[in-house]
């Protein structure tokens, strides 16, 4: 069993950034594709943006391309969701998911019933 643990959540003001992080502790970012999933209230769980094992990113959904990226830091086996220029649109449950390599194909980046291993959901609040 792998084991995410998230952190960053929190209540921002439109305009306001926040930093998620997943840590993935005793893992190697080699062996797993990572991503970041959001389920905001009443829908459905969509992707937000995910890093390959080999540290490629698999992009960014069309409605935070330009304000979210997706660093991460292999010495602490940790990747982040930075997220700038919240909306109110951005409110949701945030999760961390992971897959181990080799598992997923190009189209199976941004399904998450794709991937293996979540981790508890943090939430984002953007109050307008």
């Known amino acids: 069993q792998v084991e995410l643990v998230e952190s960053g959540g929190g209540l921002v003001q439109a305009g306001g950034s926040l930093r998620l992080s997943c840590a993935v502790p005793?893992?190697?970012?080699?062996?797993?594709?990572m991503a970041w999933f959001r389920q905001p209230p009443g829908k459905e769980r969509e992707f937000v943006s995910g890093r390959r094992y080999s540290g490629l990113t698999t992009g960014y959904s069309d409605s935070v391309k330009g304000r979210f990226t997706i660093p991460r830091d292999n010495a602490k086996t940790t990747v982040y969701l930075q997220m700038n220029d919240l909306k109110p649109k951005d409110t949701a449950v945030y999760y961390c998911?992971?897959?181990?390599?080799?598992?997923?194909?190009?189209?199976?980046?941004?399904?998450?019933?794709?991937?293996?291993?979540w981790g508890q959901g943090t939430q984002v609040t953007v109050s307008s």
């Open positions: 998911a992971a897959s181990p390599r080799g598992r997923l194909y190009s189209s199976d980046y941004y399904t998450s019933a794709s991937y293996d291993y």
């Open positions: 005793g893992r190697t970012f080699s062996d797993y594709d």
